[in-house]
């Protein structure tokens, strides 16, 4: 199944990967009050990693509607899922961001026929 329009398609599925992207990155930021509650505590090191990762993942939101803005919010979510080494409970926040992350990837492979690839542009009107 093909999408009728995949150019209105495409803008659809980047506004929604743009949109998981930013709610992941605020998701980051309240693992540092969870890691402060634990014997090892928070350290400076895993603080800037933190908020490195959860700024990178909301500037990843704006460049969805560039060429590789999807596989570069794909790669992202390897580091996400990462933070579950910080607190446990990020196995299974990251891990639902991941499962949706891999859903909008089926539905963008299913509409667009690649979960990667842009749509190819409509042709201009004829002289």
């Known amino acids: 199944m093909t999408a009728a329009d995949p150019q209105r398609a495409a803008r659809a599925l980047r506004g929604a990967a743009a949109a998981v992207l930013v709610l992941e990155g605020i998701s980051v930021l309240f693992v540092p009050r969870g890691i402060a509650q634990?014997?090892?505590g928070l350290t400076g090191g895993r603080l800037t990693a933190l908020l490195v990762l959860a700024g990178v993942l909301i500037l990843a939101s704006g460049v969805q509607r560039r060429r590789h803005g999807v596989l570069i919010g794909?790669?992202?979510q390897v580091p996400l899922?990462?933070?579950g080494l910080l607190n446990?409970?990020?196995w299974f926040?990251?891990?639902a961001f991941v499962?949706?992350?891999l859903y909008l990837l089926q539905i963008r492979k299913e509409l667009?026929?690649?979960p990667f690839a842009e749509p190819a542009a409509?042709?201009?009107?004829?002289?």
């Open 74 to 76: 794909t790669v992202l």
């Open 112 to 114: 667009l026929g690649s």
């Open 99 to 101: 499962l949706i992350w």
């Open 88 to 90: 446990s409970a990020m």
């Open 81 to 83: 899922l990462a933070t």
């Open 122 to 127: 409509p042709p201009g009107p004829t002289p």
């Open 93 to 95: 926040v990251a891990g």
């Open 38 to 40: 634990t014997d090892e």
